[in-house]
């Protein structure tokens, strides 16, 4: 007696033509967050301009930009960054002002 074979079976013609299904992706996009700069009323202009210089390697008409719109508007961003790089520039930023007495802070904010 003639038998089907397992190809028959699982309704597979055996052409190759079976639909391709894509499993997902193991890794993900890394997420980026903003680095947000808040005003204050004690600390000196210059200092967050050298900040925004020495750790954003803003030069220093971009610097000075943000600085003044930070002053005027409250807060303003200083670059867009993975969350590991993010959270590192606020570590940072916050540690520098501190040695220097300053009350300047540095958040993050998903962007
Ligand atoms: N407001 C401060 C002053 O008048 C200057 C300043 C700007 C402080 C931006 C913080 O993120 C800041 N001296």
């Keep these: 007696m003639t038998s089907m074979s397992d190809f ?3 309704g ?3 052409s190759n033509t079976g639909v391709v299904i ?3 992706p ?3 996009k890394p997420s980026h ?3 947000l700069m808040l005003n ?3 600390t000196p202009m210059e200092f967050v301009v050298h900040v925004l210089e020495r750790f954003f390697h803003k030069n220093r008409d971009e610097a000075t930009s943000i600085m ?3 002053h005027r508007r409250g807060v303003g961003v200083c670059g867009i960054f993975t969350y590991e790089v993010a959270e590192t520039k606020v570590a940072q930023v916050m540690d520098f002002a501190r040695r220097h007495q300053h009350p300047l802070q540095c958040i993050l904010e998903k962007a």
């Design 22 to 24: 894509k499993s997902k």
């Design 68 to 70: 003044l719109h930070v």
């Design 40 to 42: 204050d009323d004690y």
């Design 33 to 35: 967050y903003k680095v």
């Design 26 to 28: 193991k890794t993900k």
């Design 12 to 14: 597979d013609d055996g």
């Design 8 to 10: 028959d079976k699982l």
